[in-house]
């Protein structure tokens, strides 16, 4: 066992929240250690938001050829999915974009050392790697950024074979011919999407009343009707008992009698908080019941100079999110900063089929507030844009304040939904007006036509809507 020299901030964690703490901690001077026990780039870059993407653009060239004749072209094109392959591609643009923070480390010079982490007072930890060296490493300043992982559902166990975590589903050999995804949330959505273009039979099981049920009601029943379009079935208020595998089947018992079969299931219920075995409580800081760091609004521990940031303290699991805490939490910590992340403006953005993208308040949340609100709409079919590249299904949605024409929420689904919520992010960002909205100029022919049209709906003067 050896005890490493002070480093000035230790980052534990090399997620998005760990690896962007490093380097913005390194840029202000700082003589920055980050710690890793598994991949640099965590669950976005290994086993989240980009391997998703990579599948995700496979399932979109699939489904575009099945309109080739709509376009205008005909041919013979048979079509194989080499499964091995999706997962070659994508592990090739993983291991480029990890080796593309590995470079930003050593430009920055970030120090890496990899083991797991347990902290042994609070500028003490014990780093145990692989081979089981034990290094002492020591700093008067900590972040946390230890992630999350996927979540559990009681009594029933994951094999990593027919019973599947979203990690495994991103390395499997062969493509069920029947896929069960238990859990109607963001990520089942996009794997029912993904795999359906794939053409496996696909059977969603959500507990509540609705899939996606912490989006705006409209996104839910908008991508509802794209499920059955699809041809994915999806059962709500479904509850699993339990789980049998027998002879290459699944089968998924829920509690009305009901069994469903399948080739494998995938688990995606939400996920848990990666903090057991840090030692935390052993240094005073406080974990919430689903055992998240509770911090402050400035993402202080409450314990000195350790700060922690992302799906650690729960809250928005989001990859952009955690970017956003990072960087809030590394200057707060040590340039003396007040800064706080504004959550009412961090996007959400599900790659669905169309995609659905959101930000700030839902309808729903607005009321329950005793808000008075307007609602502006426009519809994709009234386009230009969708229409040339018949991309009709899907609306933007705006939300705006009676009162006060602040912008409360917008919520789309369609075509590029993801990249167009920006400017509902720019407009909750700086508390833009439906009017001010309203009055840019989108280029056309674009999707951001419809964010404009929407705003112009909230206020009764769309151009290219009926008269109400
Ligand atoms: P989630 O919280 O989005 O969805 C879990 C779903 O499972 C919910 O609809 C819930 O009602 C349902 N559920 C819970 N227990 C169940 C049970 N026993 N039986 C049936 N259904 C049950 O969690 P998910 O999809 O696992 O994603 C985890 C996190 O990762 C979320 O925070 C999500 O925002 C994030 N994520 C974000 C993405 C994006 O922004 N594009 C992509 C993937 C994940």
């Known amino acids: 066992m050896s005890v490493a020299s002070s480093y000035n901030l230790i980052v534990i964690g090399a997620g998005i929240g760990g690896y962007t703490a490093a380097i913005r901690a390194s840029q202000l001077g700082a003589r920055v250690l980050v710690v890793e026990k598994a991949e640099i780039g965590g669950t976005c870059l290994n086993r989240g938001c980009i391997p998703t993407k990579a599948f995700k653009a496979t399932a979109d060239m699939l489904d575009n050829l099945q309109r080739l004749k709509e376009f205008g072209l005909s041919g013979d094109i048979k079509i194989h999915t080499d499964i091995k ?48 060296r034990q290094d002492i490493l020591e700093s008067n300043r900590f972040i946390i950024a230890t992630g999350s992982a996927p979540g559990d559902l009681p009594g029933i166990k994951t094999d990593g074979r027919f019973v599947l975590t979203s990690d ?11 896929l069960i995804i238990i859990g109607a949330g ?43 379009k ?43 908080i990666n903090t057991a075995d840090l030692g935390l409580e052993g240094i005073g800081i406080k974990l919430s ?12 521990t409450g314990v000195d100079e350790l700060y922690a940031c992302g799906d650690v303290i729960g809250g928005k699991m989001l990859a952009h999110a955690a970017y956003r805490e990072s960087i809030t939490a590394v200057e707060n910590l040590l340039e003396r900063k007040k800064q706080t992340v504004n959550y009412n403006a961090v996007p959400s953005a599900i790659y669905s089929t169309p995609e659905a993208a959101s930000v700030g308040l839902t309808e729903q ?34 939300i705006a ?16 939904a993801t990249d167009i919520i920006a400017q509902g992010v720019m407009a909750i960002q700086n508390e833009l007006t439906a009017h001010a909205l309203a009055g840019t100029i989108a280029a056309h022919p674009t999707y951001s036509e419809a964010v404009m049209e929407a705003a112009e709906d909230a206020l009764s003067i769309a151009i290219h809507q009926p008269r109400k």
């Open 365 to 398: 949340s607005a009321v329950e507030k005793g808000l008075k609100i307007k609602i502006g709409r426009f519809p994709y079919r009234a386009l230009g844009k969708a229409k040339a590249f018949s991309e009709t299904d899907g609306e933007v949605k705006i």
């Open 85 to 132: 392959q999706i997962v070659r591609r994508k592990n090739t643009v993983v291991s480029e974009l990890v080796k593309g923070v590995e470079f930003l480390f050593k430009s920055h010079g970030v120090t890496v050392k990899h083991g797991s982490a347990t902290f042994l007072s609070k500028n003490k930890i014990r780093l145990t790697s692989g081979d089981g």
């Open 230 to 272: 699809a041809g994915i079935k999806l059962k709500t208020e479904a509850i699993v008992t339990h789980v049998e595998v027998k002879d290459r089947q699944v089968d998924v018992f829920l509690e009305n009698g009901e069994v469903v079969s399948g080739d494998m299931v995938l688990v995606s219920i939400g996920r848990k």
């Open 168 to 178: 495994d589903i991103l390395n499997i050999d062969t493509l069920p011919k029947r």
């Open 401 to 416: 304040d009676v009162d006060t024409d602040r912008i409360l929420g917008m919520h789309i689904v369609g075509s590029n």
């Open 186 to 228: 963001v990520i089942g959505t996009e794997f029912a999407f993904i795999f359906r273009s794939m053409s496996v039979d696909i059977t969603l099981l959500e507990l509540m009343p609705r899939a996606l049920p912490s989006e705006d009601e409209d996104v839910s029943k908008l991508i509802t009707r794209s499920f059955k």
């Open 289 to 300: 019941k689903k055992k998240e760091i509770v911090v402050d609004e400035f993402l202080s």
